[in-house]
């Protein structure tokens, strides 16, 4: 979670109780987060996997553990990633089908940064195949955010070092300076969030993860929304599109 300062509960959606399609009726869904970096998917993830109770599966967060630790899987990805390229396909998916197998994911979750190349969407709907309740019920939800914003997004972005959750030099700060509202850890500019990275970034999310749009209308499978807007009117449009999808 973040700040909370724009928490769900003030716009009454974590009040819904059991109606169908309601947060307290559960998601039943694996949600897939497209946009750009800086698009604000992780600000949105972390409100619906929250209201909903179902865990958010952000990819670079767990690999920014897997570097904080020092696994051998850490080792690998961090020159990627302070190079603003994506990981490969074969380490991204290792990752991830391991962890939607765990049973806190049954019940659904919320991709963030998750599938980032047309190999793992389709890798994703073949894991989903296999997990009752979530075969066939990946949704994915594009906040759409023109480049100059996200520059501008990213440049003010700070980031809890230990637990992930997301702030911004324009207004939403932790409480104390520096320190993570949420869990109390240390909160930083990523270094990937430095401008020569950040043009590489948006250079593999055009070739690499853009076409991803496409794939989900085709399937029928996306919703469309303008993430440009403030944080809670872009949330409201999502927790209402969400409960609409059923
Ligand atoms: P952002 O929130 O700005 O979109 P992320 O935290 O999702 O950035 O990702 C940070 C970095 O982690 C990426 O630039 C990439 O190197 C790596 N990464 C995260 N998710 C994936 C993925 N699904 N496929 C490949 N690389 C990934
Ligand atoms: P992503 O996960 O897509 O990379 P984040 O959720 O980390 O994006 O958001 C990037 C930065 O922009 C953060 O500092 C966040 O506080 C801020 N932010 C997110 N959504 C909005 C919004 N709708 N309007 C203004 N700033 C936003
Ligand atoms: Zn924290």
Do not use: W
Not at 126 to 139: F, K, V
């Amino acid at each position: 979670m973040d700040s909370g300062r724009e928490g769900a509960s003030g716009d009454g959606v974590a009040d819904a109780k059991s109606e169908p399609g309601s947060p307290a009726a559960g998601l039943k869904r694996a949600l897939i987060l497209l946009g750009p970096p800086g698009a604000g998917k992780g600000t949105q993830a972390r409100e619906v996997a929250k209201v909903y109770g179902v865990p958010h599966l952000s990819t670079g967060d767990m690999f920014r553990e897997h570097v904080a630790q020092g696994t051998e899987l850490g080792r690998r990805a961090k020159p990627i990633m302070e190079s603003g390229q994506l990981v490969p396909d074969e380490i991204v998916l290792g990752m991830v089908q391991e962890r939607v197998a765990r049973p806190d994911c049954a019940a659904g979750c919320v991709f963030d940064g998750f599938p980032r190349t047309l190999a793992q969407a389709e890798r994703l709907e073949a894991i989903l195949g296999g997990i009752p309740g979530l075969a066939g019920r990946s949704l994915a939800v594009n906040l759409a955010v023109d480049a100059e914003e996200v520059v501008r997004r990213i440049a003010s972005r700070r980031t809890c070092r230990k637990c992930g959750a997301i702030y911004n030099t324009g207004g939403r700060m932790p409480r104390v300076p520096g320190v993570c509202d949420v869990c109390g850890g240390e909160v930083i500019q990523r270094p990937d969030d430095r401008e020569e990275v950040v043009r590489q970034r948006l250079a593999a999310y055009e070739q690499q993860t853009r076409p991803l749009v496409d794939y989900y209308r085709k399937h029928g499978r996306l919703i469309e929304l303008d993430g440009s807007r403030d944080i809670s009117t872009v949330q409201r449009d999502l927790f209402a599109a969400l409960e609409r999808a059923g």
